[in-house]
């Protein structure tokens, strides 16, 4: 019993611990019990009966249709690590800066602060609901097996990362407004890189999306997060108009990196709204 109790513990640690380095410089606005309680204004996970549920089934093996595209596959896996430097190394360049505590220190201490107080708002409705995951329940193999055993003892709803990807968008578009399409867009992906890689019912990230919403409005009361973001977009703009900074560009395993909104890669027959490389265009 003990040692369950100590695995719980250190799952749920991970919800809201960023990185190793982060984490000890990392200075919240807010702590877990001042953010919005998911449990007091979001239902709770679905039951096992419900219509809802039947969704989640039905989404789980959309997810696994996603894994036969390679390109798809791989950002989900590369979604699945878990951190600042993830959120780093995949939004730079939909943000259209390379950003990093050396030459962008501003945007990062907001950016490290900012998503430390959002992703604590996952720690109390995991620990209370401790919903098994899709990966366990189906007794199937994820997209990533080395995560596999310690998230068993983890609960599924909400998404920690799910609230981790939303915030990070939520907080980079409002430093950069003009590039809040493909922030958006990559946010919603990441998302979505959860149901793929087998982790998460759809259910989870939804929550997921709309707690991250609510605990983003919150971190607006604090005059300290207030301060500091008023910094980060004089920073942006400052670069901006000096040209300084390059943008970074994400790992892909093929050379297309233009996506759909809904985050599924787009081919030369997609039609709508796509974002290529960064850039949101449209298809007739």
Avoid at 81 to 93: A, D, K, R
Avoid at 150 to 173: E, F, Q, R, V
Avoid at 190 to 203: K, L, N, P, T, V
Avoid at 219 to 233: N, V
């Amino acid at each position: 019993m003990e040692k369950n109790r100590f695995s719980l513990l250190i799952a749920l640690l991970t919800c809201f611990t960023l990185s190793v380095s982060a984490q000890s410089e990392a200075q919240p606005y807010f702590t877990a019990p001042e953010m919005p309680d998911m449990q007091k204004f979001l239902p709770e996970p679905p039951d096992t009966t419900s219509s809802r549920f039947a969704n989640d089934i039905m989404q789980y093996f959309w997810g696994k249709t996603q894994r036969l595209n390679a390109e798809r596959a791989e950002i989900a896996k590369r979604d699945a690590v878990y951190g600042l430097e993830t959120i780093i190394n995949e939004f730079s360049e939909p943000f259209g800066l390379l950003i990093s505590e050396e030459g962008t220190p501003e945007i990062y201490k907001v950016l490290r602060d900012g998503l430390a107080t959002c992703d604590s708002v996952c720690r109390i409705p995991k620990e209370h609901y401790m919903r098994r995951r899709p990966f366990s329940r189906f007794n199937e193999p994820t997209l990533v097996p080395e995560q596999e055993e310690a998230h068993l003892t983890n609960g599924s709803y909400p998404s920690g990362h799910t609230i981790l990807g939303w915030s990070a968008a939520l907080l980079m578009t409002e430093i950069n407004p003009e590039a809040q399409d493909t922030l958006l867009a990559r946010g919603y992906m990441f998302g979505d890189s959860r149901i793929i890689a087998g982790y998460h019912w759809q259910s989870d990230v939804d929550a997921a999306r709309l707690a991250a919403s609510a605990a983003y409005a919150k971190l607006h009361t604090s005059e300290r997060f207030l301060q500091q973001m008023a910094k980060a977009r004089k920073e942006f703009a400052d670069l901006k108009a000096a040209k300084v900074g390059t943008p970074v560009k994400a790992q892909t395993t093929a050379d297309s990196h233009a996506y759909t909104v809904a985050g599924t890669p787009a081919n030369d027959q997609t039609r709508g709204i796509v974002i290529d490389s960064g850039r949101k265009t449209v298809r007739k």
